[in-house]
């Protein structure tokens, strides 16, 4: 093979060069991927990576590493680049494999398959939302954990790679407005200013200027005019570390696909170069064009030297960790177990139980007394609601807010913004140390649909707190009344959905979600109080939520003719009319499936002992959607669902228009006994202009 560096280039330049080839080399092999960023943003990852980025290869989760996130996801093959050469377990067979099935080098970059991957981004937006997680994360483990007279527990950076593209998603806007309301300095992104999205120059969608827009969310904004050139990029990262009351960006000028024949325009974004271009790129940088996956040893040799300087920081962290681990013992087991993702030893003992004499109470009031006591015995939960709390029953005392001047405090005022909250709570668990939890309204949940998405697909775990559940909601009327949220959220795979019907159930809800590994727990509450359901005389909550499904009201006798099905409010209904059907001599089993997912994993027997399948007449009761509930309710029963949005107008009467009382379920249940179960709800028929 030809010398790599016929022309003897220096060390940086040829580093330089070997990642923006390889990255070439991927997206051509693969026939597929994104090359233009590589090839332009290769020099400002560079700086980054060599001189200034703490991280140890051998240990990619040495808590106190720095955090790099690549936003501008579709770029990944630049960063699978980086991972390699710069000493990570990513073998050149792994680039080749580069968005092939079952390989560690995916198309956009996922944390639970890649070693090095600290988040998966994916659409645009949601990196530098997570990247405010992050650093949220490292405020406040520092303020909890950092003692005078000892090396810092947590003191590191969180640096986001971010596009036009990234800019100009509106939940970046979110997410900027709260990171420099919250003044968080280690905190810098750098910006590819390249110009170009995918369809064409940016100047067709995007003429605003973007860094007067950061300057006016209370960042430190620098340019660098030349992307090509290392010392300007790195005199800027050093300018932006100095500021330590802002967060930074740098718009870094670079041009896509610099050095091939498409460089900067819109042909080199998404698409790869072709055979022909790729040996001309090859030339302009003085690589063999006939080779592919060139990488010359001494780059090898160059570019794991940050790694190795990293594992000595890495041991000398440890060393004081030691060292601070005899002054502060109890502080440094709870890190350690926060890291591990395990929970302090009896952090449940406390959680409430409740009884019929302590009244009714709204599912999202006992999901707010369940939080506090977890709070008092998990001291790293972090967490808070998009200007909910009073609603979502969450810590609303501004003496207890997470502030620049106070970032030991636990409670985020995340404000009202849904979508950076999702992204920043993922950020949050994937930065590790912290359980994350964040409410607000069911119907919301729309806007934070993508970041559980991208939770549940990366085997994280957090918390999503939806309160006010349904028509039950009441006079705010159907802009604010979900209808298909609940469903929607249950369609996410690896996902964990709890509608509990009383106060019982909410605790428990709130147990399996601080148990449950590799998957978020969506707990969705009522507005409306609930009946306590008494557990000396019915199923029991504590076995029954975390099954998902099960028997709480038996049939007189045991053999039901009927079994009524209901989730949340629905319950209630579902027991009142029980009793009406058994007085009149129907034996019926009322069965509360607080959460379809845990049910399903459940084994045979035990579903089929819940819901027998010989048992084929059914009714199922929930105040939403009806998809999916046929699965339940067999072809021979019927769904009392929504198939409609609802109406303004006090609770109890929504609930009498949709056909949600006792005397509707039990005309349903008559109809499916009689062998008639598709007969029609007639109050939900929605005539037009209804």
């Given at each position: ?21 390889l990255?070439?080399?991927?997206v051509?092999?693969a ?14 990852a ?10 140890n290869?051998q240990d990619?989760k ?5 955090r790099f996130?690549?936003s ?7 960063l ?11 073998s050149?067979d ?15 970059p ?18 530098f ?6 650093a ?7 303020a ?9 527990v ?14 100009m998603?509106?939940?970046?806007s979110?997410?900027?407005s709260?990171?420099g ?31 007067q827009?950061?300057d006016?969310y209370y960042?430190?904004?620098q340019h ?13 990262i ?26 900067g325009?819109s ?37 794991r ?19 601070y ?7 440094a ?12 030893e ?7 139980v ?6 009714e ?5 006992a ?16 967490g808070?609601?998009?200007d909910?709390a009073?609603?979502n ?7 207890d807010?997470?502030?620049y001047l106070?970032?030991?405090?636990s ?17 949050i668990a994937?930065?590790g ?5 964040g409410g ?36 705010d009327?159907?802009t ?13 795979p ?10 019982n ?24 109080k ?32 009927l ?23 129907t034996?019926t089993?009322v ?8 049910f399903?994993?459940?084994?045979k ?22 998809i ?6 067999t ?18 009467e ?5 056909g ?16 008639h ?14």
């Amino acid at each position: 093979m030809s010398n790599p560096n016929p022309n003897n280039v220096s060390i940086d330049e040829l580093s330089v060069n070997t990642i923006r080839l390889l990255s070439v080399d991927m997206v051509q092999k693969a026939n597929s991927g994104h090359p233009g960023l590589p090839l332009g943003a290769a020099p400002m990852a560079y700086v980054l990576w060599s001189r200034f980025l703490r991280f140890n290869p051998q240990d990619p989760k040495w808590p106190n590493r720095d955090r790099f996130v690549l936003s501008a996801g579709h770029g990944s093959a630049l960063l699978y680049s980086l991972l390699h050469l710069y000493g990570y377990d990513l073998s050149l067979d792994d680039l080749k494999q580069f968005r092939q099935m079952d390989s560690r080098t995916p198309g956009h970059p996922e944390s639970h398959i890649t070693p090095g991957v600290e988040v998966t981004t994916g659409p645009l937006g949601q990196g530098f939302a997570n990247g405010l997680g992050m650093a949220m994360a490292e405020a406040h483990l520092g303020a909890l954990y950092n003692k005078e007279g000892h090396a810092p527990v947590q003191d590191h950076y969180t640096y986001v790679l971010v596009s036009d593209g990234d800019l100009m998603e509106g939940i970046a806007s979110e997410a900027a407005s709260l990171a420099g309301h919250l003044q968080l300095g280690k905190m810098i992104y750098l910006y590819d200013d390249n110009k170009i999205s995918l369809d064409g120059p940016t100047s067709f969608a995007y003429t605003e200027n973007a860094m007067q827009r950061f300057d006016a969310y209370y960042w430190h904004t620098q340019h660098v005019q030349d992307g090509n050139s290392l010392d300007e990029i790195e005199n800027a990262i050093r300018v932006a570390q100095s500021v330590k009351d802002r967060p930074s960006i740098i718009a870094v000028r670079t041009i896509i696909g610099f050095g091939s024949p498409l460089a900067g325009t819109s042909k080199s974004h998404g698409s790869p170069l072709g055979a022909d271009n790729v040996k001309a790129t090859k030339k302009f940088y003085g690589f063999d064009p006939e080779q592919s996956f060139q990488v010359p040893a001494e780059v090898y040799e160059h570019l794991r030297q940050p790694g190795l300087k990293g594992a000595e920081l890495q041991k000398q962290w440890e060393a004081d960790f030691a060292a601070y681990a005899k002054a502060f013992g109890a502080e440094a087991d709870m890190f350690k177990i926060s890291f591990a993702g395990q929970l302090p030893e009896g952090w449940d003992k406390d959680l409430p139980v409740y009884t019929p004499a302590d009244g009714e109470l709204a599912t999202r009031q006992a999901s707010g007394k369940a939080l506090d006591v977890i709070k008092k015995s998990v001291p790293f939960m972090f967490g808070g609601s998009a200007d909910l709390a009073s609603s979502n029953e969450m810590d609303k005392s501004g003496d207890d807010s997470f502030q620049y001047l106070h970032p030991e405090r636990s409670n985020v005022w995340f404000g009202v913004r849904e979508h950076a909250m999702g992204a920043a709570m993922n950020g949050i668990a994937h930065h590790g140390g912290l359980r994350t939890y964040g409410g607000t309204f069911l119907t919301f949940s729309d806007y934070m649909r993508g970041a559980i998405r991208l939770t549940a697909l990366a085997e994280s775990t957090a918390t999503f707190v939806f309160t006010h559940d349904s028509i039950g909601l009441g006079e705010d009327g159907p802009t604010h009344q979900p209808v298909e949220h609940v469903t929607a959220l249950r369609t996410v795979p690896n996902i964990v959905v709890l509608r509990p019907a009383d106060a019982n159930e909410s605790t428990e809800a709130w147990r399996i979600a601080m148990t449950t590994p590799k998957s978020p727990v969506v707990l969705i509450f009522s507005r409306q109080k609930l009946p306590i359901l008494d557990q000396s005389k019915l199923g029991s909550a504590r076995e029954g939520v975390a099954k998902g499904a099960y028997i709480l009201s038996e049939a007189k006798g045991g053999q039901p003719q009927l079994i009524l099905i209901a989730t949340g409010s629905e319950v209630k209904l579902a027991m009142e009319a029980q009793q009406v059907l058994e007085q009149e001599g129907t034996a019926t089993r009322v069965v509360s499936m607080p959460s379809w997912e845990l049910f399903e994993h459940q084994d045979k027997a035990y579903r089929e002992k819940v819901l027998p399948p010989t048992l084929r007449k059914r009714v199922t009761i929930e105040a939403g959607t009806p998809i999916g509930w046929h699965k339940y309710a067999t072809d021979e029963g019927a769904v009392i669902a929504m198939n409609r949005f609802g109406a303004s107008a006090p609770a109890e009467e929504l609930f009498e228009k949709f056909g949600f009382t006792v005397e509707n379920v039990v005309k349903r249940a008559k109809d499916v006994l009689a062998g008639h179960p598709e007969q029609e709800d007639e109050k939900q028929v929605v005539a037009k202009g209804n």
